[in-house]
């Protein structure tokens, strides 16, 4: 059973960092940074628990927010390029910020046992869940929890005005500014959002793995974080849900039995995906589909 | 001093593979506003089906080897052509991203399945030769590597400026819609376009094997990387731009190596290029008309 | 005092002298024309009045107010709106939203608090998005795709969506491009019952059969000079206007 409960967790972060790239991606961002705000949230969580001795929670909200933060300050030059090179600019910030934990030591005696990151040895002995007797099951409800939070949350902005300006910009800046959209003030602040919930992921993943380097949030998970809403669909959050358990429930873990096939194929799979479906699994024409489908049927509210 | 000439010529010179593959990147691009980021896993792959030679003919000279090399680069540029681009509408540009990065894991899960994951020696040509004055020296391979580069590059502006697909590229580069009406096959032109990049791919993959010493598939990121830092740098689209700027990053990186380590090394590169995209986003010699 | 006010206005791209030192002034309450050949620069000037890009030479005045620090989004704040003479819709969000994010006048963020201006659901937009539905006769359609309308309502809804900021000013460049005679008239009827309610139009356009129907005063436009001024009669009888449209002697 506790294989099940690992795998939910990692589904669990990886839909959270999915979900960081998914709101930038509304605004027609493509951004590679979600991976160097996931680690920053990541280190900053564990040295609080682990040097500074604090309770999960707390570490977990400053980690989100410190990942808000350093999201917002990137965003704000980062983001006056677009397209291309803002992929690459983020793609180098991402980098710069795996490559400086790669490079970073502090560490701190405790109890005779020197604690804290270690450069490329990376960071261990990130032990709050265990030392306070969390079983798996507990570990993997509560970060299911967060993610059912994050989801409601942006899910509640995608049925405001908020969400309807995000897709707006990403539909067409001109035509956005043209109706009174200050662009900056629009992506930095998916951008900050986005920070905060990569930080939050960080902070949880960090806690749960016990052990961090730097070598876990290279350009890889930079690309998982955008895959998941790109193969998912932009049209719903669950798009995002739904791609990050296909990849890491089915094509990682279902097809073990595959050897390093499966490796083979999820490349190809991707390939396929982007053919058959562009705009992803659940887009916009998509969902009024379902949308009509459910008020036809009379079959509830329907959830998308 | 001397350390630094030396660090700065062996960089130079190995910087020319880098501006290989940013010339690849920069001319698609040009023509297709899309970047194809299977590109540098392709180039690798291109440079591995060179060494299938070695299979079928035990101890096949090493130009033998770089000219397969060229030809697989070629086949594989068509290939992510065929199935990242020609069948993705154009208005979806996310999708056509996404699906070079799945080109870019499926090449280098190929590469890491069939090799089982070991790096294979790769042939080089003027490897014992050194060219010193007093005590500085100059590597044989890399002058050799340097010299194929520049050649390529010669033969590709040569290519773009001297010949009727040469002139259609550029028209679409420039103006798709008119192109279009002029009557010139932009389908084709783009696919003639991956071609030739694939080509110049498959020749960087085997002189940077060639002068590493050795392939191996932990070469594919890192090689993006670099390939999207040169093109960024040199200006989206500019080929000359991106020839000056693959020069520049290889002596740079080379040495920052000799003062700061190999592990630090990067970490400015990363900054660096941060600075530059975000306060001169048009490169050092932006292309006329590049858009966003 | 005119609500609009070009001094001198000039745009050169390259050697290409799009407007040449232009001047108009358009009078609160007006439905102004602008006419004139193709590249003539008369979807240039919209195009600078609304800020997308800067003057090589000259001033744009708005209620007295220099337009120039103002960037784009500003500007609509200030009161300006424009629809695109080739359709700029979201295509991938429903007509409803496409009018919802366009409620950023000032009046707009006094009515709600930010939390629920940004925040809240629909409902809150009802009582503004309704009679803008139906003014545009779209309300049967209110959750349909924009990318999913036919080209007449797609038109019909940009120049919602430009209501929906409520403008002072409207910017329509050639509203009606591609539209059949029984559209253009209901596009008239539109445009005369904006004017009713006070809404100060300038107008590009190349149907007459539209600009001398409505407008008060129009402005002809030739290599981005102003050729000639006045009301409809005045300019179908000018014969430097006759000129430049028919590129022949004067009549």
Known sequence: ?304 | MLDFLQALSDGVLFGATYALIGIGFTLVFGVMHKINMAYGAASVGGAYCGLLVLQVMAGAPPLVVFFCAFLAGGLLGWLVYLTCFHFIPITNPLATLMATVGMLLLIDEIIVHTTAGMPMAYPAMFDDVMLRVGEFTLRGDLMMVFAVSVLCMAGLLALLYRTRLGLATRAVSQQTVAALLCGIRVGQVNATTFVVTGLLGGIAGAMIGASVGTLSPLLTTPLTVKGLIVTVIGGLGSVPGAIIAGLMVGGFESVLQLYRGVTERDLYVMLLLFVFLVFRPGGLFAAKGGRD | MALLELKGVSRHFGGVRAVDGLDLAVEPGQVFGLIGPNGSGKSTTVNLVAGLFPLTAGAIAFEGRSLEALPTHLRLQAGIARTFQNIRLFGQLSVWQNLWVAQNSPEDRARHGFLARWLGGQSGARDEILPLLEFSGLAHKRDELASNLSFGEQRRLELARAMATRPKLLLLDEPAAGMNSEEVGQLRERILSLRGRGVTILLVEHVMELVMGVTDRIAVLNFGQKIAEGTPAEIQADPAVRKAYLGGEAA
């Open chain 1, 1 to 304: 059973m506790d294989f099940y409960f690992g795998l939910a967790q990692i589904i669990g972060v990886h839909t959270l960092i999915g979900l960081s790239a998914y709101i930038v991606l509304l605004t027609g961002q493509v951004s590679l940074a979600q991976a160097g705000f996931f680690a920053v949230g990541a280190y900053a969580a564990g040295m609080l628990t682990v040097l500074a001795g604090w309770a999960i929670l707390p570490a977990l909200a400053a980690s989100a927010l410190l990942g808000a933060a350093v999201a917002c300050a990137v965003g704000f030059p980062a983001l006056r390029v677009k397209g291309l090179m803002l992929v690459i600019a983020t793609l180098a910030f991402g980098e710069g910020v795996r490559l400086f934990f790669f490079n970073f030591d502090y560490q701190v005696a405790k109890g005779g046992v020197k604690l804290g990151p270690l450069g490329g040895e990376g960071f261990r002995q990130i032990r709050y869940f265990p030392e306070n007797g969390w079983t798996t099951m507990d570990v993997m409800l509560f970060i299911w929890a967060f993610v059912v939070l994050t989801m409601a949350l942006l899910w509640w902005f995608d049925r405001s005005r908020y969400g309807a300006v995000l897709r707006a910009v990403g539909e067409d800046e001109l035509a956005a500014q043209s109706v009174g959209l200050n662009l900056t003030a629009v992506k930095v602040s998916a951008m900050t959002v986005g920070g905060a919930i990569a930080g939050l992921g960080g902070g949880i993943y960090a806690h749960y793995t016990t052990h961090i380097e730097h070598a876990s949030f290279g350009i890889l998970l930079a690309t998982f974080a955008i895959a998941y809403p790109i193969l998912g669909g932009l049209g719903s959050v669950f798009g995002t849900l739904l791609a990050a358990v296909f990849v890491q429930g089915f094509l990682v873990e279902g097809l073990r039995f595959l050897g390093d096939w499966r490796n083979l194929l999820f490349g190809a799979l991707i390939v396929v995906a982007m053919n058959v479906r562009p705009r992803g699994f659940l887009d916009a024409p998509t969902l009024l589909w379902l949308k009509r489908l459910f008020a036809r049927t009379g079959g509830g509210s329907g959830a998308a």
